[in-house]
């Protein structure tokens, strides 16, 4: 290729016009359509929406040969043939879903040049037969979507994705790109290393969405709560309800259904026809309410999704930020919004006890859980505290709860010391309910079984609710100065964090509880 610089630039924006129909490129798409078409390698991180496609469609189509997109999303490849070819490119993939002779012609249009882009899935890309077909083939680059799969501390692993390396050692000269929404730095960073990317330029757009509001809410009946949110924000719109398990995703579809909200569920127990049938409507329809677990979502592209909800604690930030960057595609007015207790985070930290992991992995995990806590818990800007963990520097939005209306907090000292003391007293043996009644001041059988009644410290916390006492545990949690042991019937246990605070040599700000109100619908003007 002779291109000068100012050449390819040219017909670069020729292809986005007269192929794609859009009159300019949107943040860096020019500049990383220019650096691989010009043959160099590049690792795009742009959030979800972004325009990752264009990346690599137009570098394909000014280069000679056929560009190779591997993606773990079989699923969507006929979607994503479908529209190309639409506009003129031709476009094919190979998987496992179609037929021998079907994958034969596919392969005879690729060798012979005939074709300008061909999907494969990376198991398929890793078959002798596939690797010997590039082989024989003109390749004008390898896009690998979804990079992040590459990553084992990642929710979205895949163990094929490691193989990629191969491609650097067996195509050299071919450039690749490899893209992500996911862009957290220990991604990024394993990406880079496990794809041998580390010469590639590195493409680093900004994550916020700034149409979408974020808001999280402490739970108290989390259905109800779910139900006046969309009643009262979103009559009528479009969006997504995030629970954990099944049976969750089943029970809350129902309850919507009940309660005059047109509501499916996806979880990936169902049956896959009622799956894809689910999913097809979800993407056709207007005002209508997906309920599901993460199994829903990747490369879901509906653009006006109005909200995306969680009714339980995502595992990380990373989670969070990919499910919650469904709402408001369409770069309309969007909510985010979550519901989250102190069940909540006893959950997900007896889910990383009890899980098989080694103990490396579960501290990756544990920090991952306690940064989306951080997330939950903070006095500040919601969306300064995301763009932070992504290692984007921001000031306060304007478009998050805790900007609109600023949380209270308040010098938690002294209700966590009595807190602490109680757990101690009680000899780090009993679970948070029977503290707080203790801390409350309760008569029950129990706390009269135990003489806890005879404890300096009982009823020493009669001056707050038993919700407000559960925010603080919550907190003290969150905060990592109070461990629940599962392995002993969920008895609260003091870390060598809380030594300070009882002693009152280290302070405690917390969150005053407040009581859930009635949502009132946002202003859409920012
Ligand atoms: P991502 O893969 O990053 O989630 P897509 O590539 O699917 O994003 O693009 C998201 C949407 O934005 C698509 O509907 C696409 O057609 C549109 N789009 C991308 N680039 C441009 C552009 N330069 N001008 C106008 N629309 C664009
Ligand atoms: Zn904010």
Redesign the pocket.
């Known amino acids: 290729v002779t291109d000068t610089g100012a050449d390819l630039s040219a017909r670069a924006l020729h292809v ?1 016009e007269t192929v794609f129909g ?1 009159p ?3 943040g860096q ?1 020019g500049e990383i359509v220019e650096h691989v078409a010009s043959g160099g390698d590049a690792l795009v991180l ?1 959030p ?7 990346c690599y469609q137009i570098p394909a189509l000014l280069r000679d040969g056929v560009g190779v997109v591997i993606s773990p999303l079989i699923a969507l490849m006929q979607d994503q043939v479908d529209a190309l070819e639409e506009v003129g490119v031709r476009a094919a993939f190979l998987n496992s879903t179609q037929t021998f002779e079907e994958a034969m012609r596919i392969e005879r249009l690729v060798r012979t040049g005939e074709i300008d882009l061909v999907y494969v899935a990376p198991e398929r890309l890793m078959t002798q037969r596939c690797l010997e077909l590039f082989d024989a083939s003109k390749i004008s680059l390898f896009a690998i979507d979804e990079a992040h799969c590459v990553s084992q501390w990642g929710h979205d692993f895949r163990p094929e994705y490691i193989r990629l390396s191969i491609l650097h050692e067996r195509f050299p000269n071919v450039p690749r790109i490899a893209l992500t ?1 996911t862009a957290d730095q220990q991604t990024r960073a394993e990406i880079a290393l496990r794809l041998q990317l580390g010469e590639a330029r590195q493409f680093v757009s900004s994550f916020d969405r700034p149409n979408i509001r974020y808001s999280i809410v402490e739970k108290a009946n989390g259905r109800k709560q779910l139900l006046d949110f969309i009643a009262g924000e979103h009559s009528g719109d479009s969006g997504i309800v995030y629970c954990l398990s099944r049976k969750k995703v089943e029970e809350t579809a129902d309850f919507l259904n009940e309660n005059g909200i047109r509501a499916m569920a996806y979880h990936a127990g169902m049956e896959y026809a009622v799956r894809a049938k689910n999913q097809a409507r979800f993407l056709r329809e207007e005002n209508i309410v997906m309920v599901a677990t993460i199994a829903f979502g990747m490369g879901i ?1 509906k653009p006006d999704v109005r909200f995306v909800c969680h009714l339980d604690l995502p595992k990380s930030i990373e989670g969070y930020y990919q499910e919650t960057g469904r709402a408001g ?1 369409d770069g309309g007015p969007a909510s985010a919004w979550m519901a989250y207790g102190l069940q909540d985070v006893v959950l997900q930290r007896r889910m990383i006890d009890e899980s098989e992991a080694d103990e490396t992995f579960k501290r990756v995990l544990s920090m991952k859980l306690d940064a989306m806590l951080g997330l939950c818990e903070t006095l500040s800007c919601r969306r300064m505290r995301l763009l932070d963990y992504f290692g984007e520097r921001s000031g306060p939005c304007g478009n998050c709860d805790t900007c609109l209306i600023p949380p209270v907090s308040f010098d938690g000292s002294v209700p966590v010391q009595k807190l602490l003391s109680t757990i101690y007293r009680v000899d780090q043996r009993f679970a948070g309910g029977h503290v707080i009644d203790v801390l409350r001041g309760a008569t029950t059988e129990r706390i009269t079984q135990w003489h806890h009644d005879k404890l300096t410290v009982y009823g020493v916390g009669a001056d707050r609710s038993e919700q407000e006492w559960r925010a603080i545990l919550r907190q003290a949690i969150a905060l990592g100065l109070v461990t629940v042991d599962h392995d002993a019937f969920s008895s609260l246990k003091l870390t060598d964090a809380a030594r300070p605070v009882l002693k009152g040599e280290q302070t405690v700000q917390l969150r005053q509880y407040q009581k859930p109100v009635k949502a009132k619908r946002p202003s859409t003007s920012r």
């Open positions: 986005l859009y300019a490129f949107r798409q742009m979800t929406g972004g325009g990752k496609s264009l929404a592209d595609r």
